[in-house]
């Protein structure tokens, strides 16, 4: 259980190394991109 | 035996041995360990009960080896090591230094979650990669290069599922995984970490101390006629989902080899269901068929494992076993201590001549035949796999890893001709060969 345990910890430090801390940023990217699409259909409609 | 069959013997083993490191118009090393393998079998020099019995140790080890290569060729092709690259040297942080450790870890993981052969292939053009995006001195990429490949090497010994010479004797002398593990890991980190102190005091003048932002470099407008171009978009279009799954699944099937034994479960069953667990996820996910695994997948390991273990068995039934039992009969039986660094140092030697693969299958026959109680026994053989894994590189002769980091290092125009290897080696390798040898003694006498 304890080498299964120290693989799981190695694992998470390996998932860390691989994983670019670009990839967090997608999903905000992504949110901020919808949250314009939003605004911009918001200040069409007020426009109108 | 007939004196000609001995010369014979010797003969073919010696021309298989130096076919598979020369590799004569680049064929594969399996060609000449199987017609090694067949000439010995035709002169009645390994009967055809010995050939089943060869048959039955070395199929489960290769299958998982394969199934685990099979796992890193599902990995690579869906991008996970992409990012390897630009992700370490983003994390350095403009240090060198922090660069050099967090290679070392890489490759250390890398071994850990794969194998060592698997390991080189894929971090050496990553290593490379990363010196090319840094843009430092020819002088300055060797302390990131040999320490990939040291560290990749050696880092097959902690759990013993990530070489293939390390797995075949481990059912002749009455371990699994977790007794190996349980008798390994800590020395072997030691002599891992006594490793990358050793090779940081070695290169520490050549790592620069800073190198380039990468994120300076992705603000710099010349960044787009760099080969990482156009990193956003990519980032974007990867699917995190399947890189979590896949990574996930890799762990915890490296984590099952130590849970599941117990519950009859064997390892290359194990490795099976991991491998086409993988092929099937990608196949739902991203609708890729499993038919380019089927083309890489290194199906010769099975070949060139099998027949190697032939040649070396044909040397036992000539007689050589034998003769060596005499020499080393004493020191063997002496004490643990004795018989720890009797083995570790012969195959230590003897891979430096003529490859760790066949050593190790040499020297299990040999320490099973000398009549070891159960313990002289298993410690006798971790030392061996001690030598196999870290005295063997001390000439890039010693294992296959370290003659393919050289072939990847040539195919992309890095120069590092074998003395440069050996001056660099014998700086670092028996220091750590003689205090790993010492940190499992300790560790015997404290566990024991």
């Known amino acids: 259980m304890i080498i299964f345990s120290l693989l799981m910890g190695s694992g998470l430090i390996f998932y860390h190394l691989l994983t670019p801390p670009t990839e967090k940023a997608v999903a905000p990217t992504n949110m901020v991109t919808k949250a314009k699409r939003k605004f911009r259909i918001n200040e069409v409609q007020s426009n109108a | ?448």
């Open chain 2, 1 to 448: 035996m007939h004196d000609s069959l001995i010369v014979y013997t010797f003969a073919i083993f010696a021309l298989t041995t130096l076919c598979i490191l020369w590799r004569p118009q680049g064929i594969n090393e399996a060609i000449p360990a199987i017609s090694g393998a067949i000439l010995l079998f035709i002169a009645g020099i390994v009967p055809l009960h010995d050939i089943v019995y060869i048959f039955k140790i070395v199929s489960g080890p290769s299958i998982t080896i394969i199934s685990t290569i099979v796992m890193c060729i599902v990995l690579e092709s869906i991008g996970v090591f992409r990012w390897a690259a630009l992700n370490v040297v983003k994390r350095a942080k403009g240090s060198g230094i922090r660069l050099f450790w967090s290679i070392m870890l890489l490759c250390f993981l890398m071994t850990v979650f794969f194998n060592n052969d698997g390991s080189i292939l894929i971090t050496t053009p990553i290593i490379l990669h990363i010196v090319q995006i840094i843009r430092i001195k020819p002088q300055q990429k060797l302390p990131y290069l040999f320490a990939g490949v040291f560290i990749a090497t050696s880092a097959s010994l902690p759990i013993g599922v990530s070489n293939i010479a390390n797995l075949i004797g481990l059912q002749m002398v009455g371990l699994n995984l977790v007794s190996y593990t349980n008798l390994a890991f800590v020395p072997s980190m030691i002599g891992i970490a006594t490793l990358s102190l050793l090779l940081y005091l070695l290169f520490r003048n050549e790592i620069p101390r800073k190198i380039p932002d990468i994120q300076d470099s992705i603000s710099d407008p010349t960044f787009k006629s760099h080969p990482l171009s156009g990193v956003k978009k990519t980032v974007e279009s990867m699917n995190w989902p399947l890189f979590r799954t896949c990574i996930f699944l890799v762990v915890l099937i490296r984590g099952s080899y130590f849970i599941l034994p117990a519950y009859g479960l064997s390892i290359e069953w194990i490795a099976i269901t991991g491998a086409l667990l993988l092929i099937g996820i990608r196949w739902i996910s991203l609708k890729i068929s499993p038919v380019d695994v089927l083309w890489k997948a290194p199906w010769h390991i099975l070949v060139f494992a099998f027949g190697m273990y032939v040649t070396v068995y044909a040397l036992k039934n000539t007689g050589v076993t034998s003769y060596m039992m005499s020499i080393l009969d004493g020191v063997m039986t002496q004490s643990l201590m004795s018989a720890s660094f009797a083995s570790g140092i012969l195959i230590s030697v003897l891979s430096n001549l003529m490859n760790n693969l066949p050593s190790v299958m040499l020297g299990t026959l040999l320490i099973t035949e000398i009549g070891l109680d159960t313990q002289t026994l298993q410690v006798a053989y971790i030392s061996m796999i001690i030598g196999s894994d870290i005295g063997a590189l001390l000439t890039p002769l010693g294992t296959l890893a370290t003659l393919l980091w050289m072939f990847v290092l040539k195919k992309n125009g890095v120069a590092i001709t074998w003395s440069a290897y050996f001056r660099v080696a014998l700086m670092v390798i028996p220091i750590t060969l003689v205090v790993t040898l010492i940190a499992l003694n300790i560790w015997l006498w404290l566990i024991l």
